[in-house]
């Protein structure tokens, strides 16, 4: 694809403005979320939702993630119910993502949902993505801003790093605060759904509902997030649950003791999932073998252990 100046806009009045009118003509912008950046394109304009997977390098049955602005937005475009209203009244805007049925004259590329009947829609909490959705006041199509396959951007260093010059411009704001992505909740069939644990954790989900969550079916490629087992991953081979480095490996810690690099010393897991992706870049631009501390398997820890897992699973 061609190569293109990527225009850096601060978080302003006039920054947004220009985002918002790129978005409208049609170009790509990756903007700040609280989770990650992501890489945004008009979701009703089929050609511009084809540029970010081919900016990606992303294969095409990966359904997107609309961005709205509000609840009452993202109702235009999907068939709403009353457990959709509970967790958005409990966590809209913030790191959730609800699955339910398209309505009649949605209007969304089909390239958004790969051709399915449901649409994911989210609401996100950053102030600048939130004023950018203002703006555009229309649903925008964003995976995490990064290539294929590669580890989810919390910066816009690291989204110029792996997308400059395939895109038109970032909205630059700094670090994302939570540091995963959305949880993602399938609530088109007959009981809700954990798709993917992500940035909110399930324990918080389940608790305004008053239930478990039912875990998907992991043999749906279809409603299969992170589909790919080697999603987010560095280039060098990562090893989980090692309680030291061996030789010649770099050790990215969790809890007091030695390491390269900390998740968190405190082994606060908030702390460990804002900044895991960072230290991820940090090591990975070393060139050596990661060897990763283990990461207990409760709240948010559950979404850091599943990206961990994809991280060291075998390339294809
Ligand atoms: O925090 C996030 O969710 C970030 C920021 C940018 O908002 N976005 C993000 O998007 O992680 P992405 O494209 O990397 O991941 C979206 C996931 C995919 O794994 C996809 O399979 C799933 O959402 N998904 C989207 N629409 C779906 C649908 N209709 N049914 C099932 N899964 C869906
Ligand atoms: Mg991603």
């Not at 997107?64 to 993202?74: D, F, G, N, T, Y």
């Not at 509902?209 to 990562?238: F, I, N």
Request: hydrophobic share 45%; aromatic share 4%; charged share 15%.
């Amino acid at each position: 694809m061609p190569q293109q100046n990527t225009e850096i806009l601060a978080a302003t009045a006039t920054g947004i403005a220009r985002a918002a009118q790129l978005l409208r003509q049609g170009e790509l912008v990756s903007f700040p979320t609280e989770t990650v950046y992501g890489l945004g394109a008009d979701a009703r304009q089929g050609a511009s939702v084809a540029a970010i997977y081919e900016a990606k390098g992303r294969p095409s049955f990966n359904p997107l993630i609309a961005h709205l602005h509000s609840a009452e937005a993202a109702q235009r475009y999907v068939v709403w119910n009353a457990t959709a209203e509970t967790l958005a009244q409990a966590f809209w805007p913030g790191p959730l993502t609800l699955v339910l049925p398209l309505r009649d004259g949605h209007g969304i590329s089909p390239l958004v949902t790969a051709g399915l009947d449901t649409l994911g829609v989210r609401v996100p909490a950053h102030p600048a993505g939130q004023a950018l959705l203002q703006a555009l006041d229309g649903p925008v199509a964003a995976p995490s801003a990064n290539p294929s396959g590669r580890i989810s951007p919390t910066t816009a260093a690291h989204v110029r790093a792996g997308l400059g010059g395939r895109i038109a411009a970032i909205l630059d704001d700094g670090a994302c605060g939570v540091g995963l992505e959305s949880a993602i909740i399938g609530l088109a069939g007959p009981e809700p759904v954990l798709l993917r644990p992500g940035g909110l954790a399930a324990e918080q989900i389940e608790a305004v509902l008053g239930r478990k969550l039912a875990q998907r079916d992991a043999g749906d490629p279809l409603t299969a997030p992170g589909q790919l087992l080697s999603h987010y991953a560095p280039g060098a081979p990562v090893r989980l649950n090692a309680a030291k480095p061996g030789g010649g490996e770099l050790y990215l810690g969790f809890g007091p003791g030695d390491c390269d690099l900390n998740l968190s010393r405190d082994a606060d897991l908030a702390e460990a999932a804002a900044n895991l992706f960072g230290h991820l870049h940090r090591l990975d631009a070393l060139g050596k073998p990661i060897a990763v501390a283990p990461v207990p398997d409760h709240g948010l820890g559950e979404a850091i252990n599943d990206r961990l897992r994809r991280a060291a699973a075998p390339r294809d």
